[in-house]
Structure formats: C-alpha cells, structure tokens
C-alpha cells in the first residue's frame, strides 16, 4: 500500500502543531525544525483532546506538547510525557515520514 498524503511542510509552522483528521480520527503533527512527528490527539490521562484551539499543540516556550485540559507536557519526538497526571505515558503515536516537502502516513509493509 502506498504512502498516505497528510499535508505539505510548510502547512505547519516550525515549531508548530496541525489538526489532520485520518480514517475518521482525530490526529495532529507537530514540527520541529525538519522532522514531523503524528500523534493521535488524545491525551492519556482522561482521553481529551489535547488542544482547545485548533493548531495550538505546543506549550508558551514551544518546546513540549502540552495538554490544555490539565497542563501535562509530552517531549515532541517521543511523545513521553514528562510533567503532570500521566507522568510516564505516552502518546499513540504513527510512522510519518516526509517525501518532496510532504508529509504522508507511512505505509505498512
């Protein structure tokens, strides 16, 4: 199967996070510099939607996923998260890999 087309680079601001919705579900990738990591958006603790406002994923300094429901802070590339509820969980997250300025869902082998 081939690889899924989500969005272009530059559609997410660096650093930065963008709503996607895939089969339905409702995901986000964020941007750090040239890499792009895709999560599900949906934080472990209670299962809310990590942002209020559309797009908004990062924290004041822009350096960690943070959850607006109750503050929790995740590491952009892993999706470990490392201060607040759900300390030590993690994001669900999905291979993504960039193509030509694109970014597309990783295919399964």
């Not at 299962?47 to 908004?56: A, K, S, V, Y």
């Not at 969980?89 to 694109?102: A, D, H, T, V």
């Amino acid at each position: 199967m081939p690889a899924t087309p989500l969005c272009r680079l530059e559609d997410i601001t660096d650093p930065g996070g963008l709503d996607l919705t895939i089969d339905g579900e409702a995901y986000f990738a964020v941007r750090q510099g040239g890499s792009v990591y895709l999560y599900r958006n949906r934080c472990p603790h209670i299962g809310l939607p990590l942002n209020l406002i559309p797009g908004r994923f990062l924290d004041y300094d822009r350096q960690h996923i943070q959850c607006s429901s109750h503050g929790a802070l995740f590491e952009i590339g892993s999706g470990r998260c490392i201060a607040g509820p759900c300390r030590g969980q993690q994001l669900e997250i999905l291979p993504c890999q960039l193509i030509k300025g694109g970014v597309f869902l990783h295919a399964a082998d």
